[in-house]
């Protein structure tokens, strides 16, 4: 079966990669799995899946490496993370998303973290 990644960490981005990571799952008829790498701040990510009724796998390791690889895995088809910064920054995507998406062999897709009043969001077309 066919997995979108859903790349979770406490950041104010989470809520919305895991709702982005849904819509693709929907309109590619995949499943969606939650990672997260473990810092000692779990507890989000968990809520977070437990909310939208995904499964939630805590990762150890080199951030990069243990995303890389989870990514690479056979059944993994595209991951969704979220970015650090914010349009327009020197750097808007934020250091680890920029390592993914220079090494990563899938499609990513980077969400920006989102402003506080920002409802659910529907993905009605994917172009890769």
């Known amino acids: 079966m ?3 990644l859903a790349v979770l960490d406490a950041g104010p981005a ?3 990669v895991l709702e982005v990571a849904c819509g693709v799952g929907e309109l590619m008829a995949a499943d969606v799995e939650a990672v997260h790498v473990h810092d000692g701040t779990a ?3 968990r809520r977070l899946a437990e909310r939208a009724g995904v499964p939630l ?3 150890d390791g080199a951030v990069e490496d243990v995303l890389l690889r989870a990514i690479g895995e056979p059944d993994v088809v595209a991951a969704v993370l979220g970015a650090r910064g914010l ?3 020197r750097l808007p995507v934020g250091r680890t998303a920029l390592a993914l998406l220079l090494r990563a062999g899938k499609p990513l897709v980077v969400v920006p973290p989102e402003p506080r009043d920002a409802g659910p969001r529907h993905l009605e ?3 890769v």
Do not use: D, F, M, N
Request: glycine share 12%; no cysteine; hydrophobic share 45%.
């Open 57 to 59: 796998r805590v990762l």
């Open 14 to 16: 989470a809520r919305a």
């Open 43 to 45: 507890e989000t990510p």
């Open 125 to 127: 077309r994917l172009l």
């Open 2 to 4: 066919a997995t979108i």
């Open 87 to 89: 349009p327009g920054g």
